[in-house]
C-alpha cells in the first residue's frame, strides 16, 4: 500500500522550525546563494569554492585502489591506523623540528570534523571564542552551535598583506575567553601569522590559561618557504593547543574528508573518544591513501604550490588595471581578497558576475560582515581559465 | 634542529585534563577495555564488535573503485549526492509504503555522525533525552557531549524477547523531556518494536511536542520478515522525527561510513547546514558504492541475514546447555545480550573469557548498569567459529 505522506497545510506554514533556535540562525552558505544563481548554466568560470582544478594524482588514487582490492573494508581504530599516525608524525618532526609521535596525531574525517571535535573538546555554552574576521564562515558556525559566544578581531588590508594587530587580539579576550581560533594561513585573505607573533600569541594564551584551536590546513599553500610558520614549532607536550590540518588542499585530496590534529600526547584519549562519538573514524582504505599521500606527495606539493603561486600573481597583476579595484600581496593559501571600491552589497555583486559575466566568485558578505564591499576569488585554476575570467570580469570592475 | 618537546614533568601529572569536565566524565569503551586485555594475542575469537566477519562485497567494491577511476575525488553537495539520495528515497518507499523523495533524504558519515547531527539539531543543554536500557553506548554518550540529561528506562527480558513497558517510557517524559531516542532493532538486545508500540509512542510525542530520534540501523536484519517495524511507515511531513540509517550492518560496510537521516522535508535546509559544519560531505566515491549497494544489493541482503539467523539460532541451542545461563529469543539485529547468574562482575567475567579461554566477549556493564551480570555476543560470525567459541566459552558458563 503506498500511501502518500500527508501534506502539510499552509495552516502550519510559515511557522519556526522545532529545532535549536540557535542553529536556525547560523547563515547558510552565501556562497552557495551565488552559485545558485547559476545553476543550470554551464559556462560559468567557477572561482567560488575553496577548490583546486586538479583531480587527485594518480599515485594516490592507486593506494586507495589498492586497499579496497586487499579489502580495507572494516572499522578502524578511533584515533586513526598507527602507520598513518607515525606517517604522520615523521612528516611533522620533519617539517616543524620537534619529535613528533603517533601519540601526538589523531586522524579525523577532514580538517571540518578536526575543527567540530576540538570545539567539542574545549567549549562549554557560553564560553567566548575570540577569531579573526573576515573569516571562513564555518568557523564560527561550530562554535555558534555549541553555544559559544564568537568575538571578532578584523583582520586589516595593508599593500603588502593583511595584518593582525596582536593588541587588539589580547584586548578581545575577557574573563569568560576559553580559546583563540586562528586560522592562519588565512581563508579569504591569505594572511599568515608570523612566527614571533605566534610565540607572542602563545605566550599570553599560557599566562592567561587560553586555549588554542590553530587551523593550519593551508599550512603548505605558501610561496615563499616550504610551510608556513606553525604553532607547532613552538608548542610544548603541556600547552593547551589542538593543531588542524587536512589532507584537502596540498594533495588535493578535497573529497577524500581527511583530516588530522597534532597535540600534546595527555590529550590522546579524550580526542580518541570524541572521533569516536562523532565518526567512529575515517574509511581504512582512505587513510591507506592518505599514508601514500604523504609520505610520497612532496614532489606533487611542490608543482602545485608553484601553479598557484603563477596563479595568485597572473591575477594580482590584472587587477591592477582596475583603479577601483584594491587587493594586497599574498604569500599563502589560494585566494584573493579583494575590494571594490563602490560595491557596497557584495552579494548583489557577486550575483551580477555570475548572471551578466558568467564567472563564480564568492561575496565578501559571506565572511562576515567585515567582508563587506569585497568579493574572493580562488587562484587555484589553470591559467587559462584565470585569463579568460579577468577578462570576462572587466567591464563591472571598471 | 630537531628540538624534543619538553616532557611534562611528575609535578603536573596526574592532574584534571583542561578539556570540559563533561566530556571527560564519557567512559571510554569498556569493550575496548575488555580487547585490550587480549592485545597481541592471535588466537582470540573475537565476537565483542558489532561488525559482520564478511568484507564489502565485491559488487560494492568495484563500484567504488570505478568511481576513483572516474577521478570522483572533489566536494560534494552537503546533503549528499542527488542520485544516491533519490535511490535511498525510492528503496524507503519500497520497504516501508509512503512516497519519500530525495528532500526527505540527507546522507552522513555513518550512523554515528546522523546520530550526531541529529542531536546538534534537537538538544540544548540541560534538555533530557528518555531512551531504554541496557544501550549502545554511543547513544547516550552523544546527548552527555552536548549537556543533556540522559534518563533510561530499563528493557525486561523474557522467554520470547525484550520487552519495554511503554508506561513507563512514558512516566519518564518530563517536562525538560525534548526528545526520545529509540534504537530498534537494538543494540545489545535485539528488541524490537512492533508496529503498534511505534504507533503508540508516535501519538505520545505529538500530543507531548516531543522530538523522536529512531536509530534504525539494524532495520534489515531481521528474521521473520523483510524489515523491521519502522517509523518511516508512521510518520507525516509534520511529525517532529528523524531516522537513522546505516550502510554498515546489512551491506558488510562498516568501514566506509555512510548513512542517511530520513526526515520530514522541511528539515533539509537545516540537516544540509549541519552536515556542512560536521564533515561537509562523505566521499563521493563511497556516495557511488553506497548507490550500487542500494540499487543492487538485496541477494546480499538475503543471504546475509539468512546467515545471521543460522548463527544467532545456533548459539542460541548452544547456550540452553548450561543452567546458568539465560537469554531470551531474538529475532532482530546480531548480538545476544546473555545473563550469567552468579556474575557480578561482568568486566571481569568477559576479561577472563579472553584470558583463560581465548574468546572475546562485550562486558554487559558496557551497556550501562542495567547490562550487569551479562555478557553480549555477536553471532554475525560463521558456524565454524561460533562452534569453536562455545566450545571454548563452555568451562566458564557451567
Known amino acids: 500500500m503506498n500511501v502518500v505522506l500527508r501534506e502539510v497545510t499552509d495552516a502550519h506554514f510559515p511557522h519556526p522550525l522545532p529545532m535549536r533556535e ?6 547558510q552558505s552565501k556562497i552557495r546563494e551565488v552559485a545558485n544563481a547559476g545553476i543550470g548554466r554551464k559556462d560559468i568560470l567557477p572561482l567560488w569554492f575553496g577548490e583546486p582544478d586538479m583531480p587527485t594524482p594518480d599515485f594516490i ?15 578502524q581504530p578511533n584515533a586513526g591506523i598507527r602507520p598513518l599516525r607515525e606517517t604522520i608524525a615523521a612528516y611533522m618532526t620533519g617539517l616543524y623540528g620537534q619529535d613528533f609521535d603517533a601519540d601526538n596525531i589523531v586522524i579525523s574525517g577532514s580538517g571540518m570534523n578536526a575543527l567540530m571535535v576540538a570545539a567539542q573538546c574545549i567549549i562549554e555554552p557560553g564560553d567566548a571564542v575570540v577569531t579573526t574576521a573576515p573569516s571562513w564562515p564555518n568557523l564560527p558556525a561550530v562554535q555558534q552551535i555549541l553555544g559559544a559566544e564568537v568575538v571578532t578581531v578584523p583582520l586589516e588590508a595593508q599593500e603588502k598583506g593583511w595584518r593582525l ?16 581560533l586562528l586560522n592562519s594561513p588565512n581563508n579569504p585573505t591569505g594572511w599568515m601569522l608570523t612566527r614571533e607573533e605566534q610565540q607572542e600569541i602563545l605566550d599570553f594564551a599560557r599566562a592567561r590559561g587560553i586555549w588554542i584551536i590553530a587551523d593550519e590546513v593551508y599550512a603548505r599553500i605558501v610561496f615563499d618557504r616550504p610551510a608556513a610558520p606553525s604553532f607547532a614549532e613552538l608548542m610544548n607536550e603541556d600547552d593547551n593547543i589542538l593543531i588542524v590540518n587536512s ?20 590529550f590522546l584519549g579524550e580526542l580518541e573518544k570524541m572521533i569516536e562519538f562523532n565518526i567512529a573514524c575515517p574509511p581504512g582504505f582512505v587513510q591507506q591513501a592518505g599514508i601514500t599521500a604523504i609520505r610520497d606527495g612532496e614532489d606533487f606539493v611542490a608543482e602545485t604550490v608553484a601553479r598557484y603561486r603563477a596563479g595568485g600573481d597572473y591575477v594580482y597583476e590584472r587587477l591592477q588595471e582596475f583603479p577601483r579595484v584594491f587587493l594586497p600581496k599574498v604569500n599563502a593559501a589560494f585566494y584573493h581578497f579583494v575590494r571594490v571600491d563602490g560595491v557596497a552589497d557584495s552579494m548583489d555583486f557577486a550575483k551580477r558576475m555570475v548572471a551578466e559575466r558568467g564567472v563564480g566568485i564568492a561575496p565578501g558578505i559571506a565572511f562576515g560582515p567585515e567582508g563587506e564591499g569585497h568579493f574572493r576569488l580562488c587562484f587555484a585554476q589553470s591559467r587559462g581559465l584565470l585569463e579568460q ?8 570592475l571598471r
Do not use: H, Q
Open 22 to 27: 540557535r542553529i536556525t540562525r547560523v547563515p
Open 61 to 75: 588514487i592507486e593506494a586507495g585502489k589498492a586497499a579496497l582490492d586487499a579489502r580495507d573494508t572494516f572499522y
Open 165 to 180: 594587530d596582536l593588541g587588539r587580539l589580547f584586548a578581545a579576550c575577557g574573563a569568560n575567553t576559553r580559546c583563540l
Open 247 to 266: 589532507l584537502s588542499k596540498s594533495w588535493a585530496m578535497t573529497g577524500w574528508r581527511l583530516g588530522w590534529i597534532t597535540a600534546p600526547r595527555r
Open 389 to 396: 575570467a579577468i577578462d570576462r570580469m572587466a567591464p563591472l
